[in-house]
């Protein structure tokens, strides 16, 4: 793996999404939409103070696992996949150049969301502001990262659509968003315990209530090991291109 053509990988990457305003408005618009029409639900009651802080993460990490799996896929069906790969480009190489390019985006995707679900939503993150944000941030990028490894399976767009019950709604239900994970039978507790999404739900409720890193940095770890991990998984099952 080379950092200067992993850099490569990412700078084009970048250039692609700017020409693609499309892509940037759902990157960028779409979550915060979301968070405001959730804030909007519940005007009346407390009920976005408690889960505002996990939808700041859940927007973002499904914009992200959709645009990255269907970026990836459709450079293999375009055969640029295959091209790039002739060239002195391992597979890692072309994985981190696309989880950093996305990452660097999501950054910028959840500054916005942040900031849309205080000062507009008025979302109290007085608690621990900063921690939110760094925290939702990696929940962006472990979505762009389980995005590529579901590329790697996938053949075409529609496939990636059909892979979001498998890779998403599991982790959704048993995270604790809708039930706390301990009021759960027993199998379906220890599943919840397990998925990546469940990590930064808890890491965000502790940060958002103002507990310091030492209370959540198992999770933060957590959660970068299943980035590690699906990264290291995608490189081993990505094709050079599709059929």
Avoid at 24 to 32: A, I, N
Avoid at 50 to 77: H, K, N, Y
Avoid at 100 to 112: H, Y
Wanted: proline share 5%; hydrophobic share 55%.
């Amino acid at each position: 793996m080379s950092p200067a053509r992993t850099l490569t990988v990412t700078l084009r990457v970048l250039r692609q999404v700017r020409r693609d305003p499309r892509t940037v408005g759902l990157l960028l618009v779409v979550p915060s939409l979301l968070t405001g029409l959730v804030a909007w639900m519940f005007t009346d009651t407390d009920t976005f103070g408690d889960i505002g802080p996990a939808m700041i993460a859940l927007f973002p990490f499904v914009v992200m696992f959709l645009v990255t799996s269907i970026a990836t896929l459709r450079e293999r069906r375009s055969g640029t996949l295959e091209r790039a790969l002739t060239l002195p480009l391992s597979k890692l190489d072309l994985l981190v150049g696309y989880l950093l390019a996305f990452s660097l985006l999501a950054v910028v995707q959840t500054a916005v969301t942040v900031a849309f679900a205080v000062w507009v939503c008025d979302l109290d993150l007085s608690g621990g502001a900063f921690g939110v944000a760094a925290v939702a941030v990696l929940n962006a990028v472990l979505g762009t990262a389980l995005g590529l490894l579901a590329s790697a399976f996938a053949a075409t767009e529609f496939q990636v659509v059909q892979f979001m019950p498998a890779f998403v709604f599991p982790q959704v239900l048993l995270g604790g968003l809708f039930i706390a994970r301990d009021r759960l039978p027993a199998v379906l507790e220890t599943v919840g315990d397990v998925l990546p999404l469940s990590y930064g739900f808890d890491a965000l409720d502790a940060a958002a209530s103002g507990a310091g890193f030492t209370d959540y940095g198992t999770d933060v770890a957590a959660i970068g090991v299943w980035i590690v991990a699906s990264i290291v998984l995608s490189a081993v099952s990505l094709r050079r291109r599709t059929p």
